[in-house]
């Protein structure tokens, strides 16, 4: 079983204020783009798509059968949102891109992109592992899914939200994940 290494760094806007974070991003084979939520099953742009334009296919280019990922970096940066992952190296116990089946080896160093950008007041955790193991990293509780804890970091209050997990496997509609994330950003004060 080999080890294997993020393949991204993290996406930071200048003024990033919410950081959402998923787990790990699935084997190479099933990118549709070399970003964030590549794999063109799962349901994360197709979410931002619902919730800022009304549109699930906003970030999808139905000819090429790929994300448009230029458009995706645009809308992060216009409204401020980073994304990375809370596993930098893991282990795939079986071969496929499952939370439940990856051994994390290193986990990524929050703190310190936390200390690097001041500006975040929020982060997102997309899934189960993601959230398990930035409550493990910060010293925090875990929230229980479409609610949020706040945590103090360095004098500054995060609040840490746990979202569904954008991936199909997730037993919910495509409606009702985008209800959950719309609510989040609602709450930090996004005019949508």
């Not at 116990?93 to 310190?112: G, M, R, Y």
Request: proline share 6%.
């Amino acid at each position: 079983m080999n080890t294997e290494t993020h393949p991204f760094e993290p996406f930071i806007p200048q003024n990033a204020k919410i950081l959402m974070l998923g787990t790990f991003p699935p084997k190479q084979e099933r990118w549709s783009m070399e970003f964030f939520y590549p794999n063109k099953i799962n349901d994360m742009w197709r979410i931002m798509g619902i919730i800022f334009f009304n549109n699930k296919n906003r970030f999808w280019n139905e000819s090429e059968k790929r994300f448009i990922l230029d458009d995706i970096k645009t809308f992060l940066n216009n409204i401020n949102l980073a994304l990375y992952d809370t596993a930098k190296r893991v282990k795939r116990l079986k071969n496929n891109a499952s939370d439940k089946f990856l051994e994390i080896i290193e986990p990524v160093d929050i703190k310190q992109i936390l200390l690097d950008n001041p500006d975040i007041k929020a982060i997102i955790t997309a899934g189960e592992k993601a959230t398990d193991t930035l409550a493990s990293l910060m010293g925090t509780n875990i929230p229980k899914v479409n609610s949020h804890i706040t945590f103090t970091f360095e004098n500054r209050t995060i609040t840490h939200y746990r979202a569904p997990s954008s991936s199909r496997a997730y037993p919910l509609s495509l409606e009702k994940k985008a209800e959950a994330y719309r609510n989040i950003f609602i709450t930090e004060g996004y005019d949508i």
